[in-house]
């Protein structure tokens, strides 16, 4: 059975605005996971286990580039670039893997998890270990799942870009500023070539100018 891609991202929602606010939050989880990084500790929460310790810094040090593929799938949302859409993909796709590690290893630890930590924490010390798991499932499953709906609305506006079925250049949100973006990336650096003026952006934004006629009328003295 062949997967079609979607036509909204929820609701009424368009492609294009569905990938522009994962965007959005890919560039906020980036920022989030640097600034955690950044922390004394290097995960941001207190861990009982070396295996735990270890797992929730891979995940927040492989979410430290979600800034950057953020800030470039926002740009190619600007400017309908298939090209650039598919970083975001494969960075969705990839930290669903990245995912499942962390799942396995929250898994066999669990149970030792929560021992000797302070409130709140250590209030789940008191629950059974099947409770603990049960918890742990359900919040996996429940981030997996927003996780593969992501990477789906990625895809869909992936395709439909390539296929060319989100119309004409100019029928495009921000069709005019992926023009402009375009035009600076196609006009002659301004020290390594001829001086980038404002006259080239509009050339390369116009196309080349047409035939023009010759002036046949009278001219006029002025004053």
Do not use: N
Request: charged share 20%; aromatic share 10%.
């Amino acid at each position: 059975m062949r997967i079609r891609p979607a036509r909204f991202c929820c609701c009424t929602c368009s492609l294009l605005k569905g990938v522009q606010l994962i965007a959005s939050y890919t560039v906020l989880v980036g920022i989030l996971s640097i600034l955690t990084l950044l922390r004394k500790d290097g995960t941001g929460k207190a861990v009982a286990s070396e295996p735990l310790r270890a797992a929730a810094l891979s995940e927040t040090a492989f979410h430290t580039i979600a800034f950057f593929v953020g800030l470039r799938a926002l740009k190619a949302v600007v400017c309908c670039d298939a090209r650039r859409l598919r970083t975001l993909l494969f960075y969705q796709v990839f930290d669903l893997g990245v995912a499942v590690f962390v799942f396995v290893v929250r898994w066999v630890e669990v149970c030792a998890e929560w021992g000797g930590l302070p409130h709140p924490y250590g209030l789940m010390a008191r629950l059974p270990c099947g409770t603990r798991r049960l918890a742990l499932v359900a919040v996996f499953a429940a981030g997996e799942v927003l996780g593969i709906h992501f990477a789906y609305v990625v895809w869909s506006l992936v395709l439909r870009i390539e296929a060319g079925e989100l119309g004409p250049a100019r029928d495009r949100p921000g069709a005019e500023l992926a023009d402009v973006l375009r035009a600076f990336e196609a006009a002659p650096p301004p020290f390594f070539g001829a001086p980038r003026r404002l006259g080239d952006v509009q050339g390369a934004i116009a196309g080349p100018p047409g035939p023009t006629e010759p002036f046949r009328g009278r001219s006029q003295r002025l004053g």
